[in-house]
């Protein structure tokens, strides 16, 4: 019997059980294109898609993944994704402060009862009720000094991203991401009265000039 180097090729994938060039390539550009994971039967699809003649269980698909795609991982039995260091870019770097945010309870969004406020105009509307801290250290630093915060980033729905800190003998370092820094106070801990805000002089792209610094007892 003949065969053709076509049909050899599938044969001899077949018998060390790896996926072709082809379908490594097709499923790492899809993983990449779905932002770094991608459910299992889409995968499953992806590959089969690019041999006719070919035509993997989804168990098989997954055993071939594993042994021909470097890194490559199942995520809760649902998804699969390729575990590599990715490039650090202001869009990875937004992502991951998100994902870090939502793990930490004082960002979560706070309600200051705006809604018993009788006869509330567009100012008290413009009021996003939030928890910031004013006194930090940095995480993981063997100099545990501490800063005083003279403003935040806040966005429409509470989170902060980004705080200016005045370190000691009068340093000031502005967008220090917000997972980067551990709270000694927050709002909540202060004495004094604080006035609420909104996003205005608080947005992200805020230039320094926009930015009201405040000092903290």
């Known amino acids: ?17 790896k996926l072709s060039d082809e379908e490594v390539a097709a499923a790492e ?4 294109a779905e932002g770094g994971a991608l459910g299992k039967d889409d995968f499953v699809k992806t590959v089969n ?3 006719p003649d070919v035509n993997y269980s989804e168990e098989e698909t997954l055993r071939r993944a594993q042994a021909s795609i ?22 990875f770097l937004s992502q991951l402060i998100r994902e870090e945010l939502e793990k930490v309870g004082f960002y979560k969004k706070y309600s200051y009862g705006l809604d018993d406020i009788p006869n ?4 008290h509307d413009d009021i996003i009720g939030h928890t910031w ?10 100099l545990n000094e501490v800063g005083e915060v003279l403003w935040h980033s806040l966005d429409e729905s509470g989170h ?41 002089g608080h947005d992200l792209n805020s230039s320094i000039e926009q930015r009201r610094y405040k000092k903290w007892k």
């Not at 509330?120 to 100012?123: F, G, H, N, V």
């Open 1 to 17: 019997m003949k065969i053709t180097r076509r049909q050899l090729k599938i044969l001899l994938e077949q018998e060390v059980e």
């Open 29 to 32: 550009k899809k993983i990449d």
């Open 49 to 51: 898609d690019v041999d």
């Open 70 to 91: 470097e890194d490559f991982k199942l995520h809760k039995a649902t998804d699969v994704y390729t575990d590599r260091p990715k490039e650090i870019n202001e869009a």
């Open 120 to 123: 509330k105009t567009k100012a």
């Open 133 to 142: 801290l004013t006194h930090v250290k940095r995480k993981d630093s063997a």
């Open 160 to 200: 902060i991203a980004f705080y200016d800190v005045e370190w000691p003998e009068c340093y000031i370092e502005t967008n220090i991401p917000a997972m980067l820094l551990e709270k000694v106070k927050d709002s909540d801990d202060l004495d004094e009265m604080h006035a609420s805000h909104g996003v205005k």
